[in-house]
């Protein structure tokens, strides 16, 4: 029971009903645990969307290096992933649709870094300083997997990275669409016959002018004005690029949570 004043951050009952059971337990023998681990998530969700510092956390919530060490914690033993899948599911399900999609969308987003860090670099084409995300989502706009890497890297050698890493996983995927940065006939082949994605390019029509919505295409960029609502991640504040992409796996977590209660 939380005693205290209610954020709107903060997950309901129904929504923690759901979580609970798929959070790490405590580990046998020791002291008992006495950190509430549904104030650990209302933490997090909290720094995320208000884009406060880590240690600029409420005083009514547990300790800040508390909140970051499961935070941290979770992060290295693959919580945050898993959870991201397990909630997936449940939104596709409750949807009407299979738990394994079977086309995505792919698309990246350069954004500006703040501070120092690894991994970064200049998008001449954006004209920014800093860091690129290159994500694929379902045709939902439900994170399948992101990469987080230099915004001087083009999208082909994101969907590299990306596909390198997680193409084992998606194999259930029958066609991509993404945009022509990602295109090239030679690349679509090599991706296809490398990783077994078979890349559809949704180009802008011919003597198109100004901003269109385009087929498949606007659903990962929904996906981004959703990433939007939350202040941690209009900037890159990480120092590390894969706790980057932790913080999108939980601000998608928080967002699925609120659409299953």
Not at 141 to 170: C, E, M, N, Y
Request: hydrophobic share 35%; net charge positive.
């Amino acid at each position: 029971m939380i005693i205290r004043e209610f954020y709107s951050t903060d997950i309901t009952d129904s929504q923690w009903q759901l979580v609970e059971p798929h959070l790490p337990k405590a580990k046998t023998g020791g002291r008992k645990r006495k950190t509430s681990l549904r104030e650990i998530l209302n933490a997090i969700f909290y720094m995320l969307r208000t884009g406060c510092a880590w240690r600029l956390l409420p005083h009514d919530f547990p300790k800040w290096r508390t909140v970051y060490g499961y935070f941290q914690q979770w992060h290295e033993d693959g919580t945050w992933r898993k959870l991201n899948r397990i909630f997936r599911e449940k939104v596709r399900l409750k949807a009407g649709r299979n738990t394994h999609p079977s086309a995505g969308c792919l698309d990246s987003q350069s954004l500006k870094k703040a501070g120092t860090g690894q991994e970064t670099g200049y998008d001449g084409g954006k004209k920014v300083n800093g860091r690129k995300r290159t994500i694929l989502v379902d045709t939902m706009g439900l994170l399948l997997d992101v990469v987080v890497h230099g915004a001087h890297r083009s999208d082909h050698q994101g969907l590299i990275l990306l596909a390198t890493w997680f193409a084992p996983l998606w194999q259930c995927l029958q066609v991509i669409w993404t945009d022509s940065t990602f295109g090239g006939k030679d690349f679509i082949y090599w991706v296809e016959h490398t990783f077994g994605w078979n890349l559809n390019v949704v180009s802008k029509k011919q003597g198109q002018k100004g901003f269109e919505v385009l087929p498949r295409r606007w659903v990962v960029e929904r996906t981004f004005a959703w990433f939007g609502r939350y202040r941690r991640l209009s900037k890159d504040y990480e120092y590390l690029p894969t706790t980057s992409e932790t913080m999108i796996h939980v601000a998608m977590l928080h967002l699925m949570l609120q659409r299953l209660a």
